[in-house]
């Protein structure tokens, strides 16, 4: 059985035009080493030459919730539902030597708010029980087996990553409280 970094190094060596069938194979190795797997993604690393694995990720564990903005109407975010309710600015070196302030937040479950529109929610919720794929400015969903990326393309730089048990509960969540 091969490990995480055999797998790595598979897909640096794979072209670009992965057939479906490889990709299944790769996904599966790596499911089958899932804790090496947990291990490496955390550390910020990614299947290279993969389009969903383009970014890094990030594995969430627990729970998701979707909440509705305090500021604006019709815009929600999708969030851990347990959390520390801390927010914050953090100092982040830019490639050129400068540096900027990123804001954290600890309810994000990537490096930046997956959010959007109803609509957007609902463009999710119906993907993730579909198992397909939606894409918004602010919001991304892929399914791939038992596991979900989430992101924001507009601001992203890590996507999350959480189980499909997960991803159905928040699926059904957003249907409950937006599907009228």
Same mark, same amino acid.
């Given at each position: 059985?091969?490990n ?7 897909? +640096? *060596? ?9 990709? &299944?194979?790769? #996904? ?11 291990? %490496? ?6 299947? @290279?030459?993969? &389009? ?5 990720m ?9 909440? $509705? ?6 815009? #929600?975010? !999708?969030?851990? =539902? ?6 914050? *600015? ?13 804001? !954290? ?5 990537? &490096? ?7 609509? &957007? ?9 579909? +198992?397909?794929? %939606?894409?918004?400015?602010? *919001?991304?969903?892929? *399914?791939? $087996?038992?596991?979900?990326? #989430?992101?924001? @393309? ?7 990553n ?6 159905? +509960?928040? =699926?059904?969540? !957003? ?6």
């Amino acid at each position: 059985m091969a490990n995480v970094e055999d797998l790595n190094a598979t897909a +640096r *060596c794979e072209s670009m035009d992965l057939k479906q069938s490889e990709l &299944d194979e790769l #996904f599966d190795r790596a499911n089958d080493t899932w804790e090496s797997a947990k291990e %490496y993604a955390t550390k910020g690393n990614w299947f @290279p030459g993969l &389009d969903r694995w383009s970014l890094p990720m990030v594995i969430v564990e627990g729970q998701l919730a979707l909440v $509705k903005s305090d500021g604006m109407d019709n815009w #929600f975010t !999708i969030q851990k =539902a347990e959390h520390s309710n801390l927010s914050y *600015c953090h100092e982040v070196d830019d490639e050129e030597g400068g540096s900027y302030g990123s804001w !954290i937040v600890s309810g994000r479950i990537s &490096d930046a708010c997956v959010e959007g529109t109803a609509g &957007d929610m609902l463009g999710i919720a119906r993907a993730i029980q579909k +198992r397909t794929e %939606y894409s918004a400015k602010r *919001c991304e969903v892929s *399914c791939y $087996k038992s596991r979900v990326l #989430f992101h924001s @393309p507009r601001n992203s730089r890590v996507k999350a990553n959480v189980h499909m048990d997960v991803a159905l +509960r928040l =699926a059904v969540q !957003i249907l409950q409280e937006l599907d009228k």
